[in-house]
Structures are given as C-alpha cells and as structure tokens.
C-alpha cells in the first residue's frame, strides 16, 4: 500500500510517502504559504507518478486556510482515483516513543491549546485553556513542545525552563507518518480540520 502524508497545518508544510508500513521519501514544500495554489504542483512534482492508495492529512490546529486546503487536495484525488481519505491531529508529529509530551499552541484572544501524549497515544482530546491556567494542565513530567516559537516561545520558556524544547514542535508529513505507523488507532476516517476557535486570519 501507498500512503501520501501531507501536512499544512503551520509555515513548514510538507510531504512524505509510505510504501508498506516504511517511509520512503519526504519533503518540505518551499516557496509557498498556506494560501499558494503552487502547492498542489509541487506535491504531484514529489509523488512522480506514484498512485497513493490512501491520503493521510494533518487536521491542525493551525492555518484556517492551510488545512481546508490539504483537506482539498486529498478529497479532489479521492474522487478521481477512489484513495481512502484519513486524518490525524498536526501535534501528533511530535508525539515520542518513551516520554509524556505536551503541545501547546497559540489559540489566540488569549487562549492556549494543549495536546497531551503519552508516547504515541493522544491522551486527551485536544483542548484549550486562559493562560493562568495552562502550567497546570500540563504535567510535570511532559516536555514541552509549541509550533507558535514566534508568538509564545519566551512566555513557554518562562513558564516551563527546561522542559520548553524551542526545537521540534513543528509538524511535519514525515512525523504524522512515525505516528500513524506506531498507533494507527490516532487516524480518522472522514476527517475535519480543528478549530477550537472561530478562524482568524494567519
């Protein structure tokens, strides 16, 4: 089986392949923004040919438009070709074998979200939370990851020292598929991006 794993959650969108349950190439999409129709050509460019029988798409949270898009995308080959069309949440990329990791974004209007894993099991549903409270709803032994380093790093590493990683917390095609592959109980079938939040723009 063939499986396109794209991801456009955040400004680092990208794209991996997997042939019978391995990883067999991946890539990030440069020159493009959530917005840019040059997205699609460059996917078919990193496919070469290949005839994905299933499209795993990251959900987000993140870029309103980013994610419709990849949504799309999957949902427009679907049709023509009949390929199965999944979904995961975008933190899932950050998830790790052997330790507690806590995700946390930037939900805007002063509001954070959190996604919460142990190893490669989502522990909770995603949620948000007033950023009084986010320290504790975060445990003490999860590190601590964010794909928004640009708007809430310093307030995460004020809050959390050491355990803040300012690296590693962007999602990624490659990192969905480590995920989907260790636990493919986190895949959805008919999925929807999430938003915890009326869109704002990006």
């Known amino acids: 089986m063939t499986i396109l794993v794209v991801d456009r959650s955040t400004e680092t969108q990208s794209a991996a392949l997997v042939e019978d349950g391995r990883i067999v190439s991946a890539t990030t999409i440069e020159g493009t923004d959530s917005r840019s129709g040059e997205w699609v050509p460059k996917v078919w460019e990193f496919m070469s040919g290949c005839r994905p029988s299933r ?14 898009a990849a949504l799309a995308f999957a949902q427009g080959i679907a049709l023509g070709s009949g390929a199965e069309v999944l979904g995961l949440p975008s933190p899932c990329s950050c998830a790790r074998q052997d330790e507690p990791v806590a995700v946390v974004g930037d939900a805007r209007r002063g509001k954070f979200w959190i996604a ?3 190893g490669f099991s989502l522990a909770t549903p995603i949620f948000q939370v007033e950023e009084a409270d986010l320290p504790k709803r975060v445990p003490q032994s999860a590190k601590v990851f964010t794909p928004d380093a640009k708007r809430i790093g310093g307030k995460l590493a004020e809050m959390f020292g050491d355990r803040y990683d300012e690296k590693g917390g962007v999602p990624t095609a490659e990192g969905l598929a480590k995920a989907f592959l260790a636990n493919s109980r986190l895949l959805v079938s008919e999925p929807l991006p999430i938003y915890l939040n009326p869109a704002v723009r990006d």
């Open 116 to 118: 919460l894993f142990d």
């Open 55 to 68: 499209i795993v798409v990251g959900t987000g949270p993140g870029s309103f438009a980013g994610i419709r």
